[in-house]
């Protein structure tokens, strides 16, 4: 089953987008999840991570001005992001991770999503 990311788009430094992720046709209550985020010319790094039950994690670089959060009973995952940043400009994937727990290693993560661009202007 795919994650299909979606709600990316252009806006300006300060501003902010929210990104959503759905997993039609499968459940992911008793899976963590992430954000990741891929820059050009750049290795893809965490962002953001949920666990069942709802504790999360983020990376320092966005911790304050991003929150990740589900809707088990839509399987939806979110990523609000506010006071954007040019260094935020990449590609943002979501993920399911195999266990339950929150993580930020992409190799804990079994599903992932397409990407959406989020670019970020000056």
């Known amino acids: 089953v795919q994650l299909q990311a979606s709600g990316g788009g252009l806006v300006q430094a300060g501003g902010s987008l929210r990104l959503s992720c759905a997993a039609p046709?499968?459940?992911?209550?008793?899976?963590?999840m992430g954000w990741f985020r891929q820059a050009p010319g750049k290795e893809r790094e965490f962002v953001a991570s949920i666990s069942w039950k709802g504790f999360t994690a983020y990376a320092g670089s966005v911790e304050g001005r991003f929150t990740i959060s589900r809707e088990l009973n839509k399987n939806r995952l979110y990523l609000q992001m506010n006071s954007l940043r040019p260094e935020d400009t990449a590609v943002y994937f979501c993920?399911?991770?195999?266990?339950?727990?929150?993580?930020?290693?992409?190799?804990?993560?079994?599903?992932w999503g397409q990407g959406t661009l989020v670019t970020v202007s000056s």
């Open positions: 046709g499968r459940t992911f209550s008793n899976n963590a």
């Open positions: 993920a399911a991770a195999r266990g339950s727990s929150t993580t930020s290693r992409s190799s804990e993560y079994r599903q």
